[in-house]
DNA sequence: AAATATTTTTAGACTTGCCTAAAAATATAT
DNA sequence: ATATATTTTTAGGCAAGTCTAAAAATATTT
């Protein structure tokens, strides 16, 4: 373990990793999360897995049953939701100070999210102006772990007719990210569906009322809108 | 290990945070630098500097004879300069955009100078205004690794009559720093001195061409300032 | 120059986190 | 119900970084 005499001791960068990836198989799914899960979210293989819950079960952060796969604790959750909150926040303030790109922010992110202070967390909150959601759309959770949800749709479940705005996306790869901004297809812009091809699914839709243009069926089932009245 | 796939491998937390101990100490003393100084200064036992030493020898990043001290390379040397610069452009940014007072960002950037993202520390850099100076008058290196050295002289070297701006500390400790805050001695005030007590050294100096103040020597030989005409 | 004190290095061990290979448990197919 | 396949755990080990205690080298006294 590297000395850190800096700060209080919370959790390693390593446990919080565990706990996020986690936190989201768990919101995915609902059954318990089994080790083979756990190691393709986070690259590493099973055994180091077990190691790793094993000591994260005596630190009371889940409940782990041999071959049964394990569950976050209320701790654990709690720990999760606010390493998730200090990655959104970040990931917006490289987006809306720094000026980086959508699709660039989250891997520094993954580096900011493990700093520990929780001044720093509210300081930067407030710096922001108190940000609802990261620049993919994302809720930022409060400081007390509440998470607006959203009601956003996905695109591909809009009509014929019916309009939405751009609020978030469900493929947050970069290279999805970059094909998006490379169609002006970013946050905040309206859609109105125009059509929809029998044949090849293709849907063509309205950008803020200007220009038209055709969307591949993967594409609309990666944006998700807020769909207008 | 913690393996870290997100960003390409640079130089580790500890191997950082050794070299800029080594660089600091080398600034300090010309001499070569040996165990138990860096053992003091990290705040760890001789026998790691031994072991860590060893391996930063193997890297290239200085020299090290046994029992004879160590000596930076040029590649240390460079290393250390950028951890400098990233610690001190994260200062500026926590007192200029968060509002942390500056007796309390030095921690925070402890943790924050080990982020490695190249790009990140050039957005913040121009984000912040390409600052020359951080929250305690230190000089923040320029991407080049070069040190714009500054001209400051000790308030104690004032004579009565000579007046600075205070542009520096020597002493870092949160407490002077708060010492220095509550009696608003703070960077950019104009100090004259006007009197220096033949019996207990108490220099009495005018903040502003405002208030007068009488200083320990204590005080007077911590503050730098940028001496005027 | 010899004796003593200090500094530095080695030796051996611990923790966190990772790995591979093999064993054990569970799930699926016949 | 058995046999096979998959998943999960154990066993044993490695690397980074730390520690204490003892040995070796250097520095200081006498
Ligand atoms: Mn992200
Ligand atoms: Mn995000
Ligand atoms: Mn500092
Ligand atoms: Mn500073």
Redesign the interface.
């Known amino acids: 373990m590297?000395?850190?005499?800096?700060?209080c001791y919370m959790y390693?960068?390593?446990e919080e990793n565990y706990l996020k990836a986690i936190y989201k198989l768990q919101e995915q799914s609902d059954l318990a999360i089994n080790t083979n899960a756990i190691a393709a979210a986070i690259?590493?293989k099973a055994a180091s897995v077990t190691d790793m819950v094993k000591k994260l079960s005596e630190k009371k952060l889940l409940n782990y049953e041999k071959y049964k796969g394990v569950e976050l604790t209320h701790l654990g959750k709690k720990v999760a939701i606010d390493t998730v909150r200090k990655h959104r926040l970040w990931e917006t303030f490289?987006h809306n100070?720094?000026?980086?790109a959508w699709d660039?922010v989250h891997?520094?992110a993954?580096?900011?999210e493990h700093?520990?202070?929780q001044?720093?967390i509210d300081?930067?909150d407030e710096?922001l102006g108190f940000p609802s959601h990261d620049p993919h759309g994302d809720p930022i959770p409060g400081r007390n772990g509440v998470i607006q949800q959203n009601n956003f749709i996905l695109l591909s479940e809009l009509e014929i007719g019916e309009s939405g705005i751009i609020s978030g996306v469900v493929n947050h790869s970069a290279l999805f990210l970059q094909h998006l901004e490379k169609n002006e297809l970013v946050l905040g812009k309206k859609l109105l569906v125009q059509e929809i091809s029998a044949f090849d699914q293709l849907v063509k839709v309205q950008i803020d009322d200007k220009k038209q243009q055709q969307l591949s069926s993967e594409v609309v089932r990666n944006i998700l809108v807020k769909k207008l009245s």
């Open positions: 590297p000395k850190n005499i800096y700060f390693s960068f390593t690259q590493t490289l100070k720094l000026n980086f660039e891997d520094i993954e580096q900011l700093i520990q202070s001044e720093l300081k930067l710096f």
